[in-house]
């Protein structure tokens, strides 16, 4: 065998259907494309139609097949309407990306109902729905991936890490119940936990050069991470050659976490 089919037999995703929300901007973007250049069909759940649109005709330049589904998934009505209409797109799911998220994180002592009631909908709740709604079928079917995008705040406390934080670590728990639940069946369930990343998701550190600075001083490689540092990493994560990893938090940070 040659390396190219050995490495298409462990990473190809040809034939699979991916899900993943929060993919038209940031992490989300780069791990849709990566998915899509890998060989799934893919379908982008976001709110915005206009970063939606732009995401796809750039993934059909490529030559990938993907569609998208504008929802709200911060109500439970809205995350399972968008979750039947994606799965009427190409059909059942087979790999569920959550990248979706919001990042609001007042100080504690001023942190309202509502935002802490919309950071756990949207960063917790959601990929539990979602999860829930096509993690069955994965196990019927023996194969499926379930990755969710976690954050350093689910780890340790720094820079207001407030309700956001907390959402992650639960997201992160969420992950082990889920590998419990379904791994004997063929479905893996992981996150990945990224560093300080230059993303719209973190446009009010980005605009701090002195904070951008110190932050990839803690890393090992001297930078902070880029949206396209988790392409690699979530291809693993989507294909046969993470059969055997479950429950795990796979930290993409530089070695931020260990420094």
């Excluded at 990938?64 to 799911?93: I, K, T």
């Excluded at 670590?169 to 082990?176: D, P, Q, Y």
């Excluded at 001297?222 to 938090?249: H, I, P």
Aim: charged share 20%.
């Amino acid at each position: 065998m040659t390396s190219a089919a050995y490495l298409s037999g462990l990473f190809s995703l040809d034939g699979r259907v991916a899900v993943v929300t929060g993919g038209s901007s940031g992490i989300g973007r780069a791990i849709t494309e990566a998915l899509a250049r890998a060989g799934a069909s893919v379908v982008v759940v976001a709110r915005g139609k206009e970063a939606l649109e732009a995401t796809c005709a750039q993934l059909a330049e490529l030559g990938c097949r993907a569609g998208w589904v504008s929802a709200d998934l911060s109500r439970r009505d809205g995350v399972r309407a968008a979750a039947e209409e994606a799965a009427g797109v190409f059909g059942e799911p087979d790999i569920l990306v959550n990248s979706a998220g919001v990042n609001l994180r007042p100080p504690f002592s001023e942190l309202s109902d509502e935002d802490w009631d919309l950071t756990l909908a949207l960063n917790l709740q959601a990929p539990h729905l979602l999860s829930r709604r096509f993690g069955p079928g994965m196990a019927e079917r023996g194969f499926g991936r379930i990755i969710h995008i976690s954050s350093q705040q689910a780890h340790r406390a720094f820079v207001r890490s407030g309700a956001y934080g907390v959402s992650k670590g639960a997201l992160e728990s969420l992950a082990r119940s889920q590998a419990e639940e379904w791994s004997p069946h063929g479905v893996t369930a992981n996150t990945l936990v990224p560093g300080f990343v230059m993303t719209p998701l973190n446009a009010r550190l980005s605009s701090d050069p002195e904070k951008v600075a110190a932050l990839a001083a803690r890393t090992m490689v001297g930078r902070n991470g880029l949206a396209e540092d988790f392409a690699g990493a979530a291809v693993f994560l989507a294909s046969r050659a993470s059969g055997y990893v479950t429950g795990q938090s796979l930290f993409v940070d530089g070695g931020f976490s260990v420094h």
